[in-house]
Every structure is written in C-alpha cells, then in structure tokens.
C-alpha cells in the first residue's frame, strides 16, 4: 500500500506544488488548480517522451 501512495503523491506533485506557492488550499478550488497544472506537466512529459523514441 505504501507503494502506491508514493506513486499518487509522485504524480500529484506538481499541482500540489503550485497550490502552496499560490497559498491556495484544495477546498478552496476543488482541485481545479491542480488537475490543470498535473495535466499540463504530464502530457507534456509524456508527449516528449513519445515524440522522441516514436518518431
């Protein structure tokens, strides 16, 4: 179980991050903030990633 509270926390980072350099709290936004900004650096990285080893 610890496993996979690493790999959400992992993959939450990023949003959380903003969220507390923002002084924003989950309640406040309903995950809005965050959802936008894990989404924005995932599908990036993922996109990277697929464009370099299929293409």
């Known amino acids: 179980m610890k496993l ?3 790999i ?3 993959f ?3 949003g959380n991050a903003v969220l ?3 002084n924003i709290n989950i309640e406040e936004d309903g995950g809005m ?4 900004v ?3 650096v995932w599908g990036t990285l ?8 299929y293409t």
């Not at 903030?33 to 936008?36: I, L, N, P």
């Open 46 to 53: 993922f996109l990277g990633v697929a464009l370099k080893f």
């Open 12 to 14: 939450l980072l990023p």
């Open 33 to 36: 903030v965050r959802s936008f």
């Open 8 to 10: 959400l926390q992992t």
């Open 4 to 6: 996979l509270e690493l």
């Open 20 to 22: 507390n350099m923002l």
């Open 38 to 40: 894990n989404m924005v």
